[in-house]
T-cell receptor, first 114, second 113 residues
């Protein structure tokens, strides 16, 4: 069975400081993992994805995530937060061989303090 | 060009009414989805279609009926709307059924009064 746990419902950082959004997953098969961002009253935008290639994945806007199978984690990081990063972030897991279905975490709300 | 477009963006309606939300994707994808985002921002799949065929139907009340006239469109019709149907509904598409990322529409905020 698949599930996704986002360990923090809210994260607050100062502008220019590092961002860490934590995600743990469980999966019976080799998962694909994604991070999506949702800005207020907007749709979901893909930040990055892991699909069994390099374990360190680089995404848009300076974000990256590392897949750690031994820890079943896929934490999202950014070296320096920008005001425009304030949004809701979702960790998502999908796995084969079942029909494609995306399981969402409960989201982490990121606040960036000027 | 919007990849996945939904209409309307906002929908306010009274209990008991019937309403539809339309979704179109111009990405040439085979698979389309409807997701519901509740007031706590949790997203859960409702339906998925692959090449116009229903693949996933996740214990959604039968008042919700998806219709896929072709693989570029997946519309959602809701009968006898209830207060609990108020949510944001997202349409999405992916290249195929196997582990490819999904592209989401902007969402339709449905408010039932």
């Amino acid at each position: 069975a698949q599930s996704v746990t986002q360990l923090d419902s809210h994260v607050s950082v100062s502008e220019g400081t590092p961002v860490l959004l934590r995600c743990n997953y469980s999966s019976s098969y080799s998962p694909s993992l994604f991070w999506y961002v949702q800005h207020p009253n907007k749709g979901l935008q893909l930040l990055l994805k892991y699909t069994s290639a390099a374990t360190l994945v680089k995404g848009i806007n300076g974000f990256e995530a590392e897949f750690k199978k031994s820890e079943t984690s896929f934490h999202l990081t950014k070296p320096s937060a920008h005001m425009s990063d304030a949004a809701e972030y979702f960790c998502v897991v999908s796995e084969s061989p079942s029909a494609n279905q995306f399981y969402f975490g409960t989201g982490t709300s990121l606040t960036v303090i000027p | 060009d919007t990849a996945v477009s939904q209409t309307p963006k906002y929908l306010v309606t009274q209990m008991g009414n019937d309403k539809s939300i339309k979704c179109e994707q111009n990405l040439g994808h085979d698979t389309m989805y409807w997701y519901k985002q509740d007031s706590k921002k949790f997203l859960k799949i409702m339906f998925s279609y692959n090449n116009k065929e229903l693949i996933i139907n996740e214990t959604v009340p039968n008042r919700f009926s998806p219709k896929s006239p072709d693989k570029a469109h997946l519309n959602l019709h809701i009968n006898s709307l209830e207060l609990g149907d108020s949510a944001v509904y997202f349409c999405a598409s992916s290249l195929s059924m196997r582990n490819t990322e999904a592209f989401f529409g902007q969402g339709t905020r449905l408010t039932v009064v």
